[in-house]
Nanobody, 122 residues
Framework: QVKLVESGGGSVQAGGSLRLSCAAS????????MGWFRQAPGKEREGVAA????????YYADSVKGRFTISQDNAKNTLFLQMNSLKPEDTAMYYC???????????????WGRGTQVTVSS
């Protein structure tokens, strides 16, 4: 059974930083990929970042490029999302997720956790 548990969300002021973590179990993404998506109330789901398990490729939405960094600790089956220079429009529930297709890892997800809330105030 796949289990993804996010942590690290919170409330920060614009310009601040947060680091999200995701502990994965029951899912070995050694040869696959993992990522994060977010969803704000009334808005569509947005793939934010993804990484191949090899670490050779990372993917970012244009809206976060240069501000967010995805990383992983394969030995601990843990995924991270470092978020810097946060903006109010980054406010959303953030989900750790396993993409459906590693060729397009920001579009479509097959497993995800319960999410962690990120709130950025101006």
């Amino acid at each position: 059974q796949v289990k993804l548990v996010e942590s690290g969300g919170g409330s920060v002021q614009a310009g601040g930083s947060l680091r999200l973590s995701c502990a994965a179990s029951g899912y070995t993404y050694r040869h696959y990929c993992m990522g994060w998506f977010r969803q704000a109330p009334g808005k569509e789901r947005e793939g934010v970042a993804a990484i191949l398990s090899s670490g050779s490729n990372t993917y970012y939405a244009d809206s976060v490029k240069g501000r967010f960094t995805i990383s992983q600790d394969n030995a601990k089956n843990t995924l991270f999302l470092q978020m810097n220079s946060l903006k109010p429009e980054d406010t959303a529930m953030y989900y750790c997720a396993a993409p459906s297709d590693c060729a397009t890892p920001l579009y479509g997800f097959q497993y995800w956790g319960r999410g962690t809330q990120v709130t950025v105030s101006s």
